[in-house]
C-alpha cells in the first residue's frame, strides 16, 4: 500500500502504557519542557494560517470577548486535569499509566471536556470554517467525538480496525513494534471537500493518527487538523502529523 504511515507502535491501550518513562517528578516535568502552549496549533505545521486575532477582526469579534473565552477555557482545562489520574508501573514496571476515564464518570466534567473542545474549535476556525465532519480513531475517539460532532453540527465518521466496516473502504496500514496494523473508512463517509477535524483521547507515537490522516485525504476530505485531549509529549508524535495539531492537556503535568 502506498504511502503507508510509519509508527513503532501500535494506537497504545487506553493511558497509553507504551510511555516506558520513569514515573519521576524529574522525568514528569522534563516531558512537557518542550510542549506548546496547550491549545496552540505546533508552529512547524501552521504557520501559514491567520492568527485568531487577524480571524476575529475580520469576523467583528471584540477583544473582550476573546478574553472572556480564553478565561473561561484556562477554568474549563485546570476542572479537567485535577480529574486525571495516572498510576505508576502500570502495566508493567517503568509504565506511568494516564487515565482519562474519570473525565466520563462525571457528567459535569464531560461537559466541561466537549465545552473546553468546542470553544478552541471555535476560536481556531471561526463560523466560516467549522468542520464539517469530526472523524474518531478506534475506539476512545468514540468516547467523545460523536457528542462533539453534535455540538459542532457537523457529522461524525469512525476509523476502525480491518474488517470492522461493511461495504466498500479505505485501508491503510501502518507499523507497529511488533508488525503492522490497518486502519479503514467507508469510502462514501466523506464527501470530496469536506473539512474534516480528526480526534482521538491521547496522541503518543502518532502512528494511527496518521494513517487517519491518510484514510481522510484519500477519501477526498479537506484535513483542518487534529485534537487530542492529552498528549505524552516525549513521545514526539506530533511530527509524523502533516496538519496542525491541537492538544488540551500535557500528560504528567503537575497541579
Same mark, same amino acid.
Given at each position: 500500500?502506498?504511502?503507508?504511515?510509519?509508527?513503532?507502535?501500535?494506537?497504545?491501550?487506553?493511558?497509553?502504557?507504551?510511555?516506558?518513562?520513569?514515573?519521576?517528578?524529574?522525568?514528569?516535568?522534563?516531558?512537557? =519542557?518542550?510542549?506548546?502552549?496547550?491549545?496552540?496549533?505546533?508552529?512547524?505545521?501552521?504557520?501559514?494560517?491567520?492568527?485568531?486575532?487577524?480571524?476575529?477582526?475580520?469576523?467583528?469579534?471584540?477583544?473582550?470577548?476573546?478574553? =472572556?473565552?480564553?478565561?473561561?477555557?484556562?477554568?474549563?482545562?485546570?476542572?479537567?486535569?485535577?480529574?486525571?489520574?495516572?498510576?505508576?508501573? /502500570?502495566?508493567?514496571?517503568?509504565?506511568? /499509566?494516564?487515565?482519562?476515564?474519570?473525565?466520563?464518570?462525571?457528567?459535569?466534567?464531560?461537559?466541561?471536556?466537549?465545552?473546553?473542545?468546542?470553544?478552541?474549535?471555535?476560536?481556531?476556525?471561526?463560523?466560516?470554517?467549522?468542520?464539517?465532519?469530526?472523524?474518531?480513531?478506534?475506539?476512545?475517539? /468514540?468516547?467523545?467525538?460523536?457528542?462533539?460532532?453534535?455540538?459542532?453540527?457537523?457529522?461524525?465518521?469512525?476509523?476502525?480496525?480491518?474488517?470492522?466496516?461493511?461495504?466498500?473502504?479505505?485501508?491503510?496500514?501502518?507499523?507497529?513494534?511488533?508488525?503492522?496494523?490497518? /486502519?479503514?473508512?467507508?469510502?462514501?463517509?466523506?464527501?470530496?471537500?469536506?473539512?474534516?477535524?480528526?480526534?482521538?483521547?491521547?496522541?503518543?507515537?502518532?502512528?494511527?493518527?496518521?494513517?487517519?490522516?491518510?484514510?481522510?485525504?484519500?477519501?477526498?476530505?479537506?484535513?483542518?487538523?487534529?485534537?487530542?485531549?492529552?498528549?505524552?509529549?516525549?513521545?514526539?508524535?506530533?511530527?509524523?502529523?502533516?496538519?496542525?495539531?491541537?492538544?488540551?492537556?500535557?500528560?504528567?503535568?503537575?497541579?
Amino acid at each position: 500500500m502506498s504511502g503507508q504511515p510509519v509508527s513503532t507502535d501500535s494506537h497504545p491501550p487506553h493511558g497509553h502504557p507504551d510511555n516506558i518513562h520513569p514515573s519521576t517528578q524529574a522525568a514528569d516535568k522534563s516531558s512537557t =519542557a518542550s510542549h506548546p502552549p496547550s491549545l496552540k496549533p505546533d508552529p512547524t505545521t501552521s504557520g501559514s494560517q491567520p492568527s485568531i486575532a487577524s480571524k476575529h477582526a475580520a469576523q467583528g469579534r471584540q477583544p473582550a470577548s476573546d478574553a =472572556a473565552s480564553a478565561s473561561k477555557l484556562s477554568g474549563l482545562k485546570k476542572n479537567l486535569h485535577s480529574a486525571l489520574k495516572q498510576y505508576p508501573d /502500570f502495566p508493567s514496571p517503568g509504565v506511568l /499509566f494516564e487515565d482519562i476515564l474519570p473525565i466520563f464518570a462525571d457528567y459535569k466534567l464531560h461537559d466541561s471536556l466537549l465545552e473546553a473542545l468546542e470553544l478552541h474549535i471555535n476560536e481556531s476556525f471561526g463560523e466560516s470554517q467549522k468542520p464539517d465532519v469530526i472523524v474518531g480513531l478506534d475506539a476512545r475517539g /468514540f468516547l467523545f467525538g460523536p457528542s462533539l460532532a453534535l455540538r459542532l453540527g457537523a457529522g461524525f465518521v469512525p476509523v476502525r480496525k480491518q474488517g470492522k466496516l461493511p461495504g466498500r473502504t479505505e485501508t491503510v496500514s501502518y507499523k507497529k513494534e511488533y508488525g503492522e496494523d490497518h /486502519f479503514q473508512l467507508q469510502s462514501d463517509s466523506i464527501r470530496p471537500g469536506q473539512r474534516v477535524l480528526v480526534v482521538d483521547d491521547i496522541i503518543a507515537t502518532g502512528g494511527s493518527a496518521a494513517a487517519t490522516g491518510e484514510l481522510v485525504q484519500r477519501a477526498g476530505g479537506n484535513l483542518l487538523g487534529y485534537v487530542f485531549i492529552l498528549e505524552l509529549d516525549f513521545l514526539k508524535g506530533r511530527k509524523k502529523l502533516n496538519a496542525p495539531v491541537y492538544t488540551l492537556l500535557s500528560s504528567q503535568q503537575q497541579d
